[in-house]
């Protein structure tokens, strides 16, 4: 029996990753005054090409795997007609008739309810990036390849984008130094992920003398050196009809890829949305005053990675053998058997790929694998599937079976052809597009709660340049607006498969939204408990000027009873002589009012006095 701890090398690049995919994953919003819509020649695509085989920069996909995995709707709303036309103002608004401008400087789109999910692919662009360790025993090489661009809408206004590199050996690869194809370490990995989510950079020091644990273990250069090609955007987002721009260089340390991704929203923002014709103008101006801060800006949107490892990961061990080979002689494992030695023999190097860090360094720590790996949230005990809070690593290998579960005529127990099912991952560019789907949903929620915590905050802070009962009613507005879009994301009760719910449901406990869910609520009960006190406090001040004014009326009512003949009529039946006596019953009520009223005033001029004198 073989010891599987001997054959794992102790420099953090055992594993090799013959076939994988990386997907960056940005979730945004767009503002809720827009709305989103595109050309109608963009939605015309009977063949479900990509937007590069249309030449054109996005286009909508009917065909796709939510129609799989989700039950359909009976009645799905319509796509509607409308035309954009850009006003005096430059903003861009829906009309319903081209008869209104003359048809000139309208275009039709097409308008996408805000009742269901829709999926576009846009252009993609060509990358290299050069991985250079400082590390001799971590092979020098570069990823090459296409970056495939996909978008989907969620319910209107929440977008999830995603740049998908498949390295097959074909869309993308992995060369050495002498431009053949190789295979990846985790290191490897990291510095392309380091460009988008940021990774600390590390850089051993090599003056003599030091041999601190640091100093000895191995790392890796993370300075991004990437570079964009066949770019077919400009800068502020609009497409190129004449061709691609020339090569971006993405050079430096940290979110390097952020560039691209503000392109990206750019061109969502200034090509793909409109106001609707019923939009205030004053609306309409205070988000233009501020367009292009929320529409360049992406440090505020949500930044995830996802790593899909095929079935094809290897573990060369110290004998150069690969030991998860199904041709091994003493035995192959069982693709059980290959999930669970990673999960047991490679912690350290899986701790590294969820938090980034470079190397065999001392914080991968086996122990921490619970706190920064956790549970497993594959439902099939063959599969691997870890998420953290900005990053899911999936590792599976039911490819392994397609060999063995060919279906045979006749038999009714053979299970899925896996070898046929894989031939579609360049469709989707993953080998589990059904959990990447889900994973996309779990995050455009996350987003939007995190979204909903930022709005209400600002209502309380705005609340001195607004009266009680405007911000009453934008704080209303705004809670039903957030609770129906967060409704809304819950679309995993549409899910025909029981797997998918439980996976939902983990991964959802694992990037903690039922905390933010809370928290949310929180903040709703204190914002509309400051709303009310605010509402109780106006109502205060209301009622003191409204008894001030009460007391003026009441001192002019007792001056007009002093200057009448007053009488007490009935008195006479008691002999009691009624003018006397009503005179003093007047000036009585008199005396209270004017000592009411100078109290009243006293403390109005001694409010005033301390408004001015104590700022």
């Known amino acids: 029996m073989t010891d599987y701890r001997t054959c794992c090398s102790t420099d953090g690049h055992s594993l090799s990753y013959p076939g994988f995919s990386v997907v960056f994953i940005q979730t945004f919003s767009i503002h809720h005054t827009l709305s989103f819509c595109v050309a109608e020649d963009f939605i015309n695509n009977p063949e479900n090409l990509r937007a590069s085989e249309m030449g054109k920069p996005m286009v909508y996909r009917d065909r796709h795997i939510e129609h799989q995995i989700f039950v359909r709707r009976s009645r799905q709303t319509p796509l509607e ?103 990846a370490a985790t290191d490897h990995i990291i510095a392309l992920l380091s460009t988008y989510l940021g990774a600390e950079f590390w850089s051993r020091d090599k003056e003599a003398g030091q041999q601190s644990l640091m100093a000895s273990q191995s790392d890796i250069n993370l300075e991004t050196s990437m570079q964009i090609s066949d770019f077919w955007f400009d800068d502020d987002g609009n497409p190129l009809p004449d061709g691609p721009q020339g090569v971006i260089n993405l050079g430096g340390k940290g979110r390097t890829f952020d560039r691209i991704c503000a392109i990206y929203k750019k061109y969502i923002y200034n090509h793909c ?102 549970e497993n949230i594959a439902i099939d005990t063959d599969d691997l599937v870890l998420v953290g809070h900005n990053m899911a690593v999936v590792i599976g290998t039911y490819g392994r079976r397609g060999s063995d579960a060919e279906a045979k005529e006749g038999d009714i127990t053979s299970g899925v052809d896996w070898s046929d099912h894989l031939k579609e991952r360049r469709k989707y560019h993953v080998s589990w597009p059904e959990y990447l789907l889900i994973l996309q949903m779990v995050l455009a929620k996350k987003y939007r709660i995190g979204l909903a915590k930022n709005q209400m905050i600002d209502v309380t802070m705005k609340a001195d340049d607004a009266t009680a009962e405007e911000l009453i009613e934008k704080n209303a507005k705004l809670g039903m607006r957030l609770s129906r879009m967060i409704v809304q994301l819950d679309v995993v009760k549409y899910s025909k498969f029981a797997s998918h719910v439980v996976m939902f449901d983990r991964t959802t406990k694992r990037l903690g939204l039922d905390k933010d869910l809370q928290e949310l609520r929180e903040i709703i009960q204190m914002v509309d408990d400051s709303l009310q006190n605010l509402s109780d406090f106006k109502s205060m001040k209301s009622d003191y000027f409204m008894n001030v004014i009460l007391g003026i009326i009441s001192v002019v009512s007792a001056f007009e009873i002093m200057f009448q003949s007053s009488e007490l009529p009935f008195l006479t039946y008691f002999n009691v002589p009624s003018t006397g006596l009503a005179a003093w019953i007047v000036i009585s009520v008199m005396a209270v009012v004017v000592f009411a009223l100078l109290y009243v005033l006293k403390k109005l001029v001694v409010k005033v006095y301390e408004s001015i004198f104590n700022r």
């Open 273 to 374: 949305t409109a106001y609707a014709s019923n939009v205030k103008r004053e609306e309409r101006v205070s988000f233009e005053s501020r367009r292009e801060g929320v529409v360049g800006e992406v440090r505020n949107d949500l930044h995830y990675a996802m790593v899909d490892i095929w079935e094809n990961v290897s573990h060369v061990g110290k004998d150069g053998k690969d030991l998860f080979s199904k041709k091994r002689a003493e035995g192959a494992l069982t693709e059980a058997e290959i999930i669970n030695h990673i999960r047991d023999y490679h912690r350290p190097e899986l701790i590294g790929l969820m938090t980034l860090y470079p190397g065999e360094w001392p914080f991968r720590d086996a122990n921490a694998y619970d706190e920064v790996c956790g």
């Open 81 to 183: 007609s409308k035309y954009k036309t850009v006003m005096n103002d430059g903003t861009a608004v829906l009309k319903d008739s081209p008869g209104l401008f003359g048809g000139k400087s309208a275009s039709a789109v097409k308008l996408f309810p805000q009742d269901s999910v829709y999926r576009f692919a846009l252009r993609g662009f060509n990358f290299e990036l050069p991985v250079e360790p400082e590390d001799e025993s971590l092979e020098k090489v570069v990823l090459k390849g296409h970056v495939s661009v996909e978008m989907s809408l969620f319910f209107g206004h929440t977008v999830s984008l995603t740049y998908r590199f498949l390295f097959d050996g074909d869309a993308a690869k992995v060369l050495d130094g002498n431009g053949n194809k190789t295979s």
